[in-house]
């Protein structure tokens, strides 16, 4: 696409968007950004759009974003927000980061999207792959920054959520991967048919010579299979784009956990095998105590996954082994932040569903276990975390707005001891006590988002890290 003199507007001032408007700018569009934020709260933001050139507001979102060919949208910003939805009204593409990307992109992309495990998914694959592959997208990174840096001949590794799947017309990834799909962000998806049906689209405009790989031991990812297979994806939105014209024909691939695939990767007997079109092949030992970075059963399956996507890109045995042993735990997922006579402090503040909070306590069920639960409900429902909770945990501590309806499933089905704290300090120092003399593990998984209490995941996480480590200090 010629970017040059066209007409853009860029609704928010987050990470993506001003990576949008420079580099889109640097490609010669007219560009326009808007926020709805005051100018006190942006002063990095404006000192950089000036330095740029950039045209922007703040402060609202005036008729001037709709006098543009195309709308870039932050993550951030919903479907169903009344500007996008008056934009679509009056004839403008409405693309994501994510569409722009791929439109810029010279290489092909590989796109992980689920519920949980896509980061520590894309991460296997970025280091399986080596010098051939550059890591972005929801993982941290936005994609439009890194899309001049891929090795030619290389991929772009990229993680994918629901939300950037929202604003993607034409984007083709040439590896597509689906992780799981349980329910999450119902707060801003309306119902869980949405949800499924914006994960769709990673697969919707896939061909002959792409790969769609499916983790078999989830039921949403299986049903996402078969769909693909029918040609039968759930189409999207209809005031947002219109049927697609053709049916995606993929080849299929699939790992589990649970025992052999007809093709992909599984685990059996301690060994992990693969299997494209002959006889299968074993390709590395695993065992709980060979992959410390890689603890629990869920990141067993996410390192199927990532073997399944290196094999088929024709990686070699050792640089898996080597990948695998070198994975440390990214920051705020299951990442040990302090150890103190015995007590492991684990940062988990990214896990806010309950599937993802389930996983960790099964990796962590082997002692002592407090867990830290609670913070903005996100509607979900409770009762198979209560579940998990009264198998594995000595006792619980919660915060936030999601407290009492946590504290209700729980009482359904335990008499587990229940503490409540005001603040995350006191829950992390309350948790020390209990714990201290015995060992174990007090566990920040929250299942709950952030806002209540917090800026973002990343700054609960960062805060409980600074309250575990301040006890070893003292």
Not at 236 to 256: A, D, K, V
Not at 459 to 469: N, S
Request: glycine share 8%.
């Amino acid at each position: 696409m010629d970017w040059r003199h066209s007409k853009v507007s860029i609704l928010g001032m987050g990470k993506s968007g001003l990576a949008a408007a420079q580099v889109l700018s640097q490609r010669g569009a007219r560009v326009f950004i808007s926020d709805s934020r005051e100018s006190s709260e942006l002063e990095r933001e404006i000192e950089f759009l000036r330095s740029l050139g950039a045209a922007y507001e703040v402060g609202r979102h005036s008729e001037r974003i709709y006098e543009a060919q195309i709308l870039v949208v932050s993550p951030g910003v919903s479907v169903h927000s009344p500007q996008v939805v008056e934009a679509f009204q009056r004839g403008l593409k409405v693309w994501g980061e994510v569409e722009v990307a791929w439109l810029l992109a010279q290489v092909p992309f590989i796109a992980v999207t689920g519920t949980n495990g896509k980061s520590t998914t894309v991460t296997l694959i970025d280091r399986m792959l080596g010098e051939r592959s550059i890591l972005a997208g929801n993982i941290g990174t936005p994609l439009v920054q890194e899309v001049d840096h891929a090795p030619r001949g290389g991929f772009i590794t990229a993680e994918i959520s629901s939300f950037q799947l929202e604003t993607v017309e034409k984007f083709h990834p040439q590896i597509g991967v689906l992780t799981n799909i349980t329910p999450d962000h119902l707060d801003r998806h309306p119902n869980f048919a949405e949800y499924f049906a914006a994960k769709a689209r990673l697969w919707a405009q896939m061909g002959e010579g792409d790969l769609a790989l499916f983790n078999y031991d989830d039921p949403q990812a299986r049903r996402m299979l078969e769909l693909l297979r029918s040609g039968r994806l759930p189409a999207w939105l209809p005031e947002y784009y219109p049927p697609l014209e053709r049916e995606p024909n993929p080849q299929i691939m699939t790992y589990s956990l649970e025992g052999e695939v007809p093709q992909g990767a599984w685990w059996e007997e301690g060994w992990i095998y693969y299997r494209q079109g002959g006889s299968r092949e074993r390709v590395v030992e695993w065992t709980p105590t060979l992959y410390p970075g890689l603890p629990g059963p869920h990141n067993l399956s996410n390192a199927l996954a990532a073997i399944a996507v290196a094999r088929y890109l024709g990686v070699e045995a050792g640089a898996i082994e080597a990948a695998l042993r070198a994975h440390k735990p990214l920051h705020y997922r299951m990442e040990e932040v302090a150890k103190v006579q015995g007590v492991s402090f684990v940062d988990d503040s990214k896990a806010t569903n309950v599937s993802s909070v389930v996983a960790a306590l099964k990796a962590y069920a082997h002692g002592p276990l407090i867990l830290i639960a609670g913070g903005k409900d996100k509607g979900f429902a409770f009762e198979p975390l209560a579940e998990a909770i009264a198998a594995s945990c000595e006792q619980v501590i919660l915060i936030g707005q999601a407290a009492e309806r946590l504290e209700q499933a729980i009482r359904q089905v335990s008499q587990l001891p229940l503490y409540k704290a005001a603040t995350l300090q006191e829950a992390v120092e309350y948790g020390w006590q209990e714990l201290r003399g015995s060992g174990g593990v007090l566990l920040l998984s929250p299942a709950c988002s952030s806002f209540d209490m917090f800026k973002n995941a990343e700054e609960r996480g960062r805060l409980f890290a600074e309250y575990a480590q301040e006890i070893a200090a003292r």
